[in-house]
């Protein structure tokens, strides 16, 4: 089989470029996933999230690990990552957040021209279908459903009330003109159709409507084993299905969107990458560029949390068995009420400094006890609260863990390498604990689990090492950035993977299209961005774009 254009990976930005490409009907394109079509109620249902987000078994999830993490007392890290058409908008808590503009800013500055605010506003509106109608900063004409909540918690507006009385802003849009403060998130769900109520992953919202196109071919269960090189251009892709191996062709170009971990192993497996790693596995270097997985950055996150004797919120036991038995035949019905829920149903953004210029750390209030990524259970009814340092200082690496493709990548953050980074966390704690101890979450409150409240700083920082884990925002890892000088770049880099086309140093017919790109990790949430990016990648893949 040959194509145009062949696409390794059916996540965020695959199902995205695999629609918007296969709009001009004079090409073809194939794509290839290695998980199912992503169609099961297990992601249909929001609250589904708690049957895929453990790993346990592996429904649509890789469900990696990370190599043990000295500033994590050496334990490993769980790095649960979507297995399916729509990649891990299939499997996360539907919130749509963009990040602060002065994030893209930020790139254009670090020599990635095309990349700033005003440049990458346009593809955040024409991804979007907004709920509450189309302004300067939010789109209508989109595939992407992004709506209000359908039935938010009482403790979630508690949580906000408490927030108000901790002198927090308390707005109505974490994407708006001021994104500090704290409100009830948007999430990527349909909120009309005949499928109210249920996840809008983005296989939902690009790719499952296109898929009947002639010119659009859809692989699944496919699994990519690495690229088929002619030199120094991409002419294809391999890929195992069924127990067979198999090839495809690209005419025009192979686009990798693999995701932070997928995407520099499947560079690696195919000889692009640091010679020294490729060597040590046996693999022969078709192409020296020793950017490919380095640069990993990922949000960790530490969670508090609260029992609580109210029953009004997620729960586990026989009553609250009961309710939600009740809860999906409402779902049923109308898509509303707790099966709906994204779960973490409200957020702040927040400065631990006043003087700093932006936010630092990122709250997500949940409506449930979310005790390592849902794998350790507590009876009964309580609530959590997340806290992230948003813009980390470490910075880890993926490589292999052996040649064979069908092995998981070796994943290494270096959670808290960088000791700015265990402050900013430890300060966002103490902040967020004092918000949580004010007078509107009063009713709520019934006993904190693990921490009594009255530790010193060292105590504190001890117990953060002991539970803190990513909140699923790994990027960076086929970093965007100028190899020479010219096209408005400030200078070169040296470990930059891709231009700011997208196309990789020193490869024709191959780009890497997805969070893996980003020079630096965006202060939110990075499913919207990434669904951004690949929105201006099709664009400029089509020569519509700079």
Known sequence: MEFDYVIVGGGSAGSVLAARLSEDPSVTVCLIEAGGEGRDIFVRAPIGVAALLPGRPKINNWAYQTVPQAGLNGRKGYQPRGRALGGSSAINAMLYVRGHPSDYDDWAAAGCGGWGWEDVLP??????????GADALHGDGGPLQVGNQRSPRPVTQAFLDACAESQIRVHDDLNGPDYEGAAKFQVTQFFDGDRVGERCSVAAAYLHPAMNRKN???????????????????????????????????????????????????????????????????????HELPGVGQNLQDHLDFILLWKSLQTDMVGIGARATLNLIREILQWWRDGSGVVATPSAEAGAFLKTDPSLARPDIQLHFVIGMVDDHMRKLHLGYGYSCHICALRPHSRGEVGLASADPLAAPRIDPKFLSDERDATTLLNGVKMTRRILDAPALARYRHRELYLSGKEDDAELMAHIRSRADTIYHPVGTCRMGPRSKG?????????????????????????????????????????????????KAAEMIRGRAA
């Open 123 to 132: 593809f955040f509106r024409r991804a979007e279908r907004n709920e509450r």
């Open 216 to 286: 659009l071919k859809v692989l699944t269960r496919a699994h990519a084993t690495g690229l088929v090189l002619d030199g120094k251009r991409a002419v294809g892709a391999c890929y195992r299905q069924g127990g067979e191996d198999k090839a495809v062709g690209a005419r025009r170009e192979v686009i990798v969107s693999g995701g932070a971990f997928n995407s520099p192993q499947l560079l690696l497996l195919s000889g692009i990458g640091p010679g020294e790693e490729l060597k040590r596995h046996g693999i022969a270097v078709a």
């Open 487 to 535: 096209n408005g770049a400030r200078g070169t880099d040296a470990m930059a993977v891709v231009d700011p086309q997208l196309r990789v140093h020193g490869m024709e017919g191959l780009r890497v299209v997805d969070a893996s790109v980003m020079p630096t990790l965006i202060g939110g949430n990075t499913n919207a961005p990434t669904i951004m990016i690949a929105e």
